[in-house]
């Protein structure tokens, strides 16, 4: 076999440079392929959300870590609008012209080691991330934090020639540089990796309003059912994800088939308890904003046929709008209060509601704030007293809120408050019960927690079922201000 030359040698080793480099610099060509162990089949979720940019402008991934919420959906679909490069399975939103947009993270720092890097890879290997090398026109560097970039500009393939034609622009944005770094011009396609605060949001959702621009958020819920998720999922209920123009998708761990049953197990482990719904599921329920950060799966239990010598009561909060009992059953062997099951309705008048949180045992009795929806501490006793006179066996709870919360939050966190799986409604009020920016309870949809809180304070004023319950006493008639 005959020697290569050394201009031949020359010439090979450049073919194979250039091989590597086009595949090292088109990165964005190997996601979701058609077959293999990786096969866009397997990720149902990305889809969807990828789909739903076609008639929402507004879209949420309450995600989980590691299933690639920041690469492989955010800067994956950035990157298809400002190239222009859609794949031939493409469902979503399309531009056919170049964008204005932008990407923003928490701050400078992540900024730069997460989004920037997975858009443009590492600096001296610009082009080795999502987006394609031979398409970045320009790169500005930032100031401040070393290695930064604050503008790409990006050929489109409906740009012109890329010497000549209009690129797309990127800027790269923190949300510590302020809500006030977000006003300005209109941009077509916006994303928020990592949750905004919301003045942030807002000023972002300002942006894409009047050109029917895209804004996507991309985040892990560990903020509970902030202000921001509330914003797209106001009743914290996933069924109702999708609303005018806003849509919500949530992603586990379950749906990303690159993580191994082996890795998910590690990272279990590594996680604290109160942040593994939030870090595996995506499910927004604990962190800073949520009063209680316990996981659902610490204290839901099946219903189940419970002992007729455990002690049993009721705790009740009253208000026009919504009236509602929370039953307990306590095992004073175990030191536990199981919630089993509850009444709420509204607009009604208290007869009404007092044949309705009798129907489960007239022996049983309740625990209620006279205060806790009066206009004064006179029409909450008022309440109180036409309750009583129309049969309800009530005494007076212990209405501390601060106290009474620590109290549920001890014995939620301790495994000594269990919560029959069939409450749906206490659930969803406590998937929605949280704090506002100043650490205030949110006084909304809270009628089921606020009843917990009576019911926990009397425990000890719980009784068994009786072995022979006494006839009912017909009550005198009340006309009361409720009529």
Known sequence: MAELTIQEVREKLLIHAEIERRRTHNKIRTYFPEKGPLRRELYPKHMEFFRAGREYRERLLLAANRIGKT??????????????????????????????????????????????????????????????????KRVV???????????????????????????????LKSYEQGSTS??????????????????????????TMTNNGILMLTFTPLLGMSEVVLQLLPTGKLEDAARGTKYVVMATWDDAPHLSKEAKAEYWKSIPPFQREPRSK??????????????EADFLVDPFAVPDHWPAG??????????AA???????????????????????????????IKAPGPWMPGFIDPASRGRNQNDGSQLFNDYRLLGLNLSLAD???????????????????????????????????????????????????DATRYLDSRIAMMIPKPTSIPKPQRSRQLVTAWS
């Open 71 to 136: 690469e492989s959906v955010g800067c994956y679909e950035l990157s298809l609008h400002l190239t222009g490069q859609y794949p031939e399975w493409w469902e979503g939103r399309r531009f056919d012209r170049p964008i204005r947009a932008w990407a923003c993270g928490d701050t400078g720092a992540t900024v730069r080691e997460i989004i920037q890097a997975k858009l443009l890879g590492p600096p001296g290997a610009w082009g080795t991330g999502v987006i394609p090398g031979d398409s970045i």
């Open 141 to 171: 560097r930032g100031a401040g934090v070393a290695d930064t970039v604050s503008v790409v500009y990006v050929d489109h393939v409906n740009g012109g020639r890329p010497s000549r034609g209009i690129s797309s622009q990127l800027v």
């Open 182 to 207: 977000a006003q300005g011009t209109e941009q077509d396609v916006i994303l928020l990796d990592e949750e905004p605060p919301l003045a942030y949001y807002t000023e972002c959702l300002m942006r």
């Open 282 to 295: 995506g499910i927004p329920q604990l962190g800073a904003g949520a009063i209680y950060p316990v996981s």
């Open 314 to 323: 009721y705790g009740m909060d009253v208000g026009w709008n919504s009236t």
């Open 326 to 356: 929370v039953y307990g059953r306590y095992d004073r062997e175990n030191d536990v209060l199981y919630l089993t099951h509850g009444y709420k309705s509204g607009h009604t008048e208290p007869a009404v509601h007092v044949a309705g």
């Open 399 to 449: 209405n501390g809120v601060e106290s009474g919360i620590y109290s549920v939050w001890n014995r939620l966190s301790t495994g000594r408050m269990k919560v029959f799986r069939s409450m749906t409604g206490w659930l969803a009020e406590f998937r929605l019960y949280r704090r506002d920016e100043k650490g205030k309870v949110v006084k909304e949809n809270d009628h089921y927690m």
